[in-house]
């Protein structure tokens, strides 16, 4: 996915926008970067690959080099950037977050017309440089950001910083992921997750609505464009990507993990299909949660069989190899013996898309001596790929196991009764979770309901994107 941060202040700002960039890297993992503007207005910036190293000690030795009262920095799973751009709007620097479905159109529409654009090592086009095109052919920085609203399908969120020592913030125009700003005695922050902010000392000041654009300087901040009723928030942050201290739409996220586990464990009571174990577990790290909110609400005792050894591989900092990628993913699951050998365990995971790493999961815990593993996703089956952020991304639905077993079980017919195999209640949704239990080894399995999921999540339903589970926009 990737996350931004940025600061204008009174004050230098070097530390607060490395550290507020930090402190998103759970969002991304392929590439990063700062830029600074000094009181000239002139720009210093640095982008490098943090695939195998972690952002904080690839760019600890910039820091020497960074002075500004305004910055901005950002995580990506995608391109290079933040990118700095000279055009009649002025010289800015720009990042953005999302998805652009329609790219391949937007560049034969420029490149028709003589634009040129710099291509990667890969051929593509840098969706941020795209992004800065469409906003460059209008006549102000404010009827371009809107211009790039309207024409790209997908989402666009971005961060503009300017030569005058400004920001100009643009949340997507569905909203679907968060943007907030923080104020402290000397300026203002903008950011997606809220802890960070907290951590450096500001505190919450404003959270933008969907579409929404809002310049920033240290004296404060101005509503550029309004904000749209209509909003289709990623309910992925609360399940999955979000960072439990965050808050988004006023919504905790481990709060709403806690809450959505006690949901799926009552649902099971309630259904006769609370199986009897010895131990509720979460899958460690994201499912933790998850799992303690099912074993309180089951009233079974909640342990940690297994966990992750992240020292010398933290998150997905993995090699390029693909043979020592999968060797270090066995190698960092360490088992608790005691809590294994012989044992009846639940795990509950976020969240089950392709299914390949939980089945290596559950043949280590068999390997371990488990006498039972029954597993339990946060979230519904997912049904559809991803086409505004990159959550669930692949080259066909059919990499997705619901979808692929729906595709085994029933060819194209299927395709009618997705809606059935999605509720583990009718007999199709039955004869799905069959054929996963089969695949995958599980005593048994169970998915959250979207309503449940929903619940848990605690805004209005209307308000949240639920298209990886029911393709509806």
């Known amino acids: ?21 930090d402190y998103h890297s ?17 720009f210093n910036r640095q982008i490098h690959s943090i695939e195998n190293t972690p952002f904080r000690t690839k760019f600890e030795s910039d820091l020497a080099s960074f002075r ?12 290079p950037q933040p990118l700095i751009v000279r055009s009649h709007l002025g010289v800015f620097a720009i990042a953005t977050v999302g998805e652009i479905v329609n790219s391949e159109d937007i560049i034969k529409t420029y490149t028709g017309v003589g634009h040129q654009f710099m291509a990667m090592s890969s051929g593509d086009v840098n969706d941020t440089e795209l992004v800065a095109a469409l906003i460059n052919s209008q006549d102000t920085l404010l009827e371009g950001i809107l211009y790039a609203q309207e024409s790209i399908e997908g989402s666009l969120t971005l961060l503009i910083m300017c030569s005058d020592g400004s920001l100009i913030a643009a949340r997507d125009r569905m909203g679907r992921l968060p943007v907030l700003i923080g104020r402290d005695d000397d300026g203002y922050c903008v950011t997606f997750e809220s802890f960070a902010y907290g951590k450096l000392g500001y505190e919450d000041e404003y959270e933008l609505g969907s579409a929404e654009i809002v310049r920033v300087t240290a004296d404060g901040y101005e509503t550029l464009s309004p904000a749209r ?21 006023g919504q905790n996220v481990e709060v709403m993990r806690y809450r959505n586990g006690a949901i799926m464990a009552a649902d099971d009571a309630a259904h006769g299909m609370l199986p009897d174990v010895d131990y509720v577990a979460g899958v460690p790290d994201s499912g933790l949660p998850h799992g303690i909110g099912y074993a309180t609400e089951s009233g ?8 992750k050894y992240t020292p010398t591989w933290p998150r997905s900092f993995m090699p390029a190899n693909q043979a020592v990628r999968n060797r270090v993913a066995k190698m960092k699951q360490i088992p608790v013996p005691e809590l294994i050998a012989g044992k009846r365990l639940l795990f509950v995971d976020d969240s ?6 939980l089945r290596e999961t559950v043949d280590f815990l068999y390997g371990a001596g488990a006498a039972e593993v029954h597993m339990r996703s946060a979230c519904p089956p997912i049904m559809f790929g991803c086409k505004y952020l990159s959550f669930s991304r692949s080259n066909s ?26 509720d583990g209640h009718t007999e199709r949704g039955r004869c799905l979770l069959r054929s996963i239990c089969e ?8 998915f959250q309901s979207l309503d449940g999921m929903l619940e848990a999540i605690g805004i209005d339903r209307r308000k949240v994107c639920t298209y990886c589970w029911t393709g509806k926009d």
């Open 352 to 357: 089950i898309v392709r299914g390949t790493q």
């Open 229 to 249: 009723e209509e909003m289709r928030i990623c309910a992925f942050l609360w399940v999955y990507y979000g960072y439990p201290n965050s808050n988004y739409e």
């Open 439 to 446: 695949e995958m080894g599980f005593d048994s399995l169970g």
């Open 68 to 79: 500004g009262c305004t910055g901005i920095g950002c995580i990506s799973d995608a391109d």
């Open 397 to 422: 639905e059919y990499e997705l196991i619901a979808r692929r077993k729906i595709r085994e079980l029933e060819g194209d017919e299927g395709e009618e009764h997705i809606a059935e195999y999605a």
């Open 300 to 307: 079974k005792p909640f342990a940690r069989p297994f966990v």
């Open 1 to 21: 996915m990737g996350a931004f941060f940025g600061s204008a202040s009174r004050r230098d700002v070097t530390l607060d926008v490395f550290f507020g960039v």
């Open 26 to 42: 759970h969002l991304g993992t392929r590439r990063a970067g700062m830029v600074m503007c000094d009181a000239d207005g002139r």
